[in-house]
Every structure is written in structure tokens, then in C-alpha cells.
């Protein structure tokens, strides 16, 4: 799945775990963005786009995060790698 088809379903899970239908995010989007994005929903976040995606993510991968756009690159890499 390419980069640009990514983000709108990561909008989904966003909403999802937010419990905001209005949210959205771009590749930009950090958790300083995000009204209520601390460290247990950071954690809820990343279980939810495993099993949303059929992915999981190595420490070291959800360390180096720092924005959705890090996010989206990741997840690309991972589902071209299938």
C-alpha cells in the first residue's frame, strides 16, 4: 500500500482511539498536536495500527517515531515487505 493510501486509514484508527470522529492528521501531525496524546493512548495507538495493519513494530521502530509522516513511512516499508 503506498504512503498516500495509508494516511487516510491511519485517520481512521486515529479517530478510533481518540474517540474523535473530527480528527485528522497529516504527516506532520506529532503528539504535541493531538489534544489527550500521552504516553498510555501512545501505547493503545501503536496496538491498534498492529492489528488494523496486520503489522508489529520493533522498540527500536516506535522509538525512532516522531511524527504520522515517520509513521506512514514505517508502515509502508513493512507491507512492501509483506
Do not use: Y
Amino acid at each position: 500500500m503506498s504512503e498516500a493510501a495509508l494516511l487516510p486509514r491511519l485517520n481512521e484508527v486515529f479517530r478510533s482511539v481518540f474517540d474523535d470522529p473530527g480528527l485528522t492528521v497529516s504527516l506532520a501531525t506529532t503528539a504535541k498536536d493531538v489534544p489527550g496524546w500521552d504516553s498510555i493512548v501512545h501505547i493503545t495507538l501503536v496496538i491498534e495500527i498492529e492489528r488494523q495493519f496486520n503489522v508489529k513494530f520493533q522498540m527500536a521502530e516506535i522509538e525512532k517515531l516522531r511524527n504520522v509522516g515517520d509513521l506512514v513511512a514505517i508502515l509502508a516499508a513493512k507491507q512492501a515487505r509483506g
